[in-house]
DNA sequence: TTCCGTGCAAACGATTTGCATTAGT
DNA sequence: ACTAATGCAAATCGTTTGCACGGAA
């Protein structure tokens, strides 16, 4: 279990991270992903430091993670001007290619998620994110496999 | 990426994890919970086994799997009798504890789906498993760290 | 008699951590 | 100066795989 801890100060590597993030905003990259956008501009910062930045990003809500088939995502912060979204949005995970696409939180109205806890014994459920499955619009074209 | 092959023999093993499935029925296990489980009765049964017998159930569509937090769960198939909800269902996890609860799909209706899937760029969104996150009630009552 | 399935151990990919060192504040 | 943050390597966790053997078909 990781533990809360101050997390303030400013670093170059820190900043890096952020920017990466800012960079690839909407691709939602995986920390390799972010890993080896900022090893353009800072080739010796370290693997584990991403991780430890991303974390301390997500504490400060900065950045915001998802878990999609065993590995972690992340995405600009709902509070920041530069997201494609900047308000609380739901995930749907193409089943073919693995792609996340974000969509505005207030499709679904809160009667329905209230309907939802009750049938799941009493559960109070998030209004987002939600996460959905399905195929995209590019896969949709692709014959299966 | 893991090869449909034939995965046709009964094995002990095979019906052992089946059976280990059944018994959890509704506890959305893990792979070591039905290895724990599996060997109270066969105790030379490998873990190896175990995940080898739950992709070809998975296969066979007599097991399904989840995926929370980084782990693989699993429960028995919608097609069987034994299962607390024989149906299509949704998936709710305790944002606290991160027990998985069950809820009949035909609560969300399909316009709504489609509804969404257009507002992702022409997304086909599945009917379920919806993938919910919040506060089951028993931690509701708990008060937070 | 085929080969699929098993058990074991080693390999794997994603993530975390211990430790000595560096650098914000 | 104080102490959080870094870089590196090793450790951990869940899961998969290579290989020789055993048991369904």
């Known amino acids: 279990m990781r533990l809360a801890t101050k997390r303030t100060r400013n670093t170059i590597q820190r900043k890096a991270v952020q920017e990466a993030i800012h960079s690839l905003a909407g691709q939602h990259p995986t920390a390799s992903e972010v890993y080896a956008a900022v090893r353009e501009r800072y080739p010796q910062l370290s693997l584990a430091t991403v991780y430890r ?19 972690a995502r992340y995405d ?6 530069l997201s494609p ?3 609380p949005h739901h995930h749907i995970v193409c089943r073919r290619c693995g792609r996340v696409t974000d969509v505005c939180a207030s499709a679904i109205p809160s009667p329905l998620l209230q309907a939802i806890g009750e049938a799941a ?13 399905g195929v995209c619009a590019s896969c949709q ?3 299966l496999s």
Chains 1, 2 share one sequence.
């Open 76 to 81: 600009i912060g709902m509070g920041s001007a």
């Open 53 to 71: 930045a991303l974390h301390a990003l997500v504490e400060q809500h900065a950045v915001t993670e998802m878990r999609v088939e065993n590995v």
């Open 141 to 143: 074209v692709v014959p």
């Open 121 to 133: 014994n009493g559960f109070q459920v998030d209004a987002h994110p939600i996460q959905f499955r």
């Open 85 to 87: 979204i900047a308000c």
